[in-house]
């Protein structure tokens, strides 16, 4: 057996399907999709099919999508995009979000604190749900932005996304409403109609497509000022040559994801109940971080803490093990900080230093999850022994 991935919250594998169809756009469509004679006509047509693609799988209309470099664009795009356009329209300075968003959406918050807007960070229950009573009681009139993700990076949680895009709109009706998708599109229904939002970014290389392409999804009128200035690319709304081959890339993903979004997500959510049931029966002191009932996480997310082991170690054991993995931890200036979505969960920092996530991919087999069933219990009863623990 080769090497065992199973870190596809992390990326993907590109799909070769998705190759075939950039290659022909780097070969036969590579000209600049604003330039006016045939070839950068020939590019605008292929970005124009790419952008209809991605349009309709969303139930949104093409002039509605935004071609970006990636989810952390995306998200940043879209929050400063709607706060400065509330902002500029007298729609109040308030920005609500929640404490287990990722990085890309709480540093951008964290900046616009820092530009002199107001941020409330909605607390979550011990699964990660967002607690909506809270979120009911941040939002007033004043609040301007609302942004959510869909499903967690971590621990997979399932956010009540429309539930959260009512409240704030009954609270104050004229806000924007974001969702950040990265890691549910594909896995769940992200139509933004469905989910009420105004807003919603989702990033090409965890669908199985290429790097450095995500979209942001921009009802129309809705607010927002562009971050990325200079040409009139998007609208206006994305200033830069764009990534042709890339959005071909990743309207092909979308497609493809979307198309075989049942049987993907019948594969690794029985793969991954094996895990969740499997690990803590084997593994003594396994905490399951997120929610316990399968139905409420991402069908390829298993995630847990191990009591008394160091979670570092586990991975690097595993590394050597030929299995790829990942822990909840970031390595921020040098010192290990605990992940700030267990720490949100209430989990204490000793145990949120002991989390491996093992997230699947269609391509994953049960001879894998075997090997890691049969692992998993050797690594960390070592560990442990070594600790002395
Ligand atoms: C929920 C979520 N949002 C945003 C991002 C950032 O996406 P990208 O790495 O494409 O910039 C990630 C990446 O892990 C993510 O999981």
């Given at each position: 057996?080769?090497?065992?991935?199973?870190?596809?919250?992390?990326?993907?594998?590109?799909?070769?399907?998705?190759?075939?169809?950039?290659?022909?756009?780097?070969?036969?469509?590579?000209?600049?999709?604003?330039?006016?004679?045939?070839?950068?006509?020939?590019?605008?047509?292929?970005?124009?099919?790419?952008?209809?693609?991605?349009?309709?799988?969303?139930?949104?209309?093409?002039?509605?999508?935004?071609?970006?470099?990636?989810?952390?664009?995306?998200?940043?795009?879209?929050?400063?995009?709607a706060a400065y356009g509330q902002r500029a329209r007298g729609r109040g300075?308030?920005?609500?979000?929640?404490?287990?968003?990722?990085?890309?959406?709480?540093?951008?918050?964290?900046?616009?604190?820092?530009?002199?807007?107001?941020?409330?960070?909605?607390?979550?229950?011990?699964?990660?749900?967002?607690?909506?009573?809270?979120?009911?009681?941040?939002?007033?009139?004043?609040?301007?932005?609302?942004?959510?993700?869909?499903?967690?990076?971590e621990v997979g949680t399932l956010q009540p996304v429309a539930a959260a895009?009512?409240?704030?709109?009954?609270?104050?009706?004229?806000?924007?409403?974001?969702?950040?998708?990265?890691?549910?599109?594909?896995?769940?229904?992200?139509?933004?109609?469905?989910?009420?939002?105004?807003?919603?970014?989702?990033?090409?290389?965890?669908?199985?497509?290429?790097?450095?392409?995500?979209?942001?999804?921009?009802?129309?009128?809705?607010?927002?000022?562009?971050?990325?200035?200079?040409?009139?690319?998007?609208?206006?709304?994305?200033?830069?040559?764009?990534?042709?081959?890339?959005?071909?890339?990743?309207?092909?993903?979308?497609?493809?994801?979307?198309?075989?979004?049942?049987?993907?997500?019948?594969?690794?959510?029985?793969?991954?109940?094996?895990?969740?049931?499997?690990?803590?029966?084997?593994?003594?002191?396994?905490?399951?971080?997120?929610?316990?009932?399968?139905?409420?996480?991402?069908?390829?997310?298993?995630?847990?803490?191990?009591?008394?082991?160091?979670?570092?170690?586990?991975?690097?054991?595993?590394?050597?093990?030929?299995?790829?993995?990942?822990?909840?931890?970031?390595?921020?200036?040098?010192?290990?900080e605990p992940s700030h979505v267990l720490t949100a969960m209430g989990i204490?920092?000793?145990?949120?230093?002991?989390?491996?996530?093992?997230?699947?991919?269609?391509?994953?087999?049960?001879?894998?999850?075997?090997?890691?069933?049969?692992?998993?219990?050797?690594?960390?009863?070592?560990?442990?022994?070594?600790?002395?623990?």
């Amino acid at each position: 057996m080769g090497r065992i991935y199973l870190d596809h919250a992390a990326t993907t594998p590109p799909d070769p399907r998705v190759l075939d169809a950039m290659w022909e756009v780097y070969s036969a469509h590579w000209g600049n999709p604003s330039s006016i004679y045939l070839e950068g006509q020939d590019a605008h047509r292929v970005l124009d099919e790419a952008r209809r693609t991605c349009a309709a799988l969303l139930g949104a209309a093409p002039k509605e999508i935004v071609f970006t470099s990636g989810g952390t664009e995306s998200d940043n795009a879209a929050i400063r995009g709607a706060a400065y356009g509330q902002r500029a329209r007298g729609r109040g300075d308030h920005i609500v979000t929640t404490q287990i968003e990722h990085h890309a959406v709480l540093h951008t918050v964290e900046q616009l604190e820092r530009e002199g807007f107001r941020a409330t960070y909605v607390p979550v229950d011990g699964e990660g749900v967002v607690d909506l009573g809270a979120l009911e009681a941040a939002v007033t009139p004043e609040t301007a932005v609302v942004s959510i993700m869909a499903a967690n990076n971590e621990v997979g949680t399932l956010q009540p996304v429309a539930a959260a895009a009512r409240i704030a709109r009954e609270r104050s009706p004229k806000v924007v409403v974001h969702t950040d998708a990265v890691q549910a599109a594909g896995a769940v229904d992200i139509t933004p109609a469905q989910l009420g939002v105004d807003l919603l970014s989702l990033a090409g290389h965890k669908l199985h497509g290429p790097r450095g392409i995500g979209l942001l999804y921009i009802k129309n009128r809705t607010p927002f000022q562009a971050s990325m200035l200079g040409g009139s690319q998007e609208k206006e709304r994305r200033a830069g040559t764009e990534n042709v081959a890339g959005a071909v890339g990743l309207a092909r993903a979308m497609e493809l994801a979307w198309g075989e979004r049942e049987a993907r997500g019948e594969h690794v959510r029985r793969l991954r109940d094996r895990l969740l049931f499997g690990v803590p029966e084997r593994v003594p002191d396994t905490v399951i971080t997120g929610p316990l009932d399968p139905a409420g996480r991402l069908p390829n997310n298993f995630s847990c803490c191990f009591r008394n082991v160091e979670g570092e170690s586990v991975l690097l054991a595993l590394d050597l093990a030929d299995v790829a993995a990942s822990s909840g931890s970031a390595c921020t200036t040098g010192a290990l900080e605990p992940s700030h979505v267990l720490t949100a969960m209430g989990i204490d920092a000793d145990l949120a230093h002991a989390s491996l996530r093992l997230t699947l991919g269609h391509q994953n087999t049960d001879e894998e999850i075997d090997r890691v069933l049969e692992l998993l219990p050797a690594i960390v009863g070592r560990l442990r022994a070594l600790a002395g623990g």
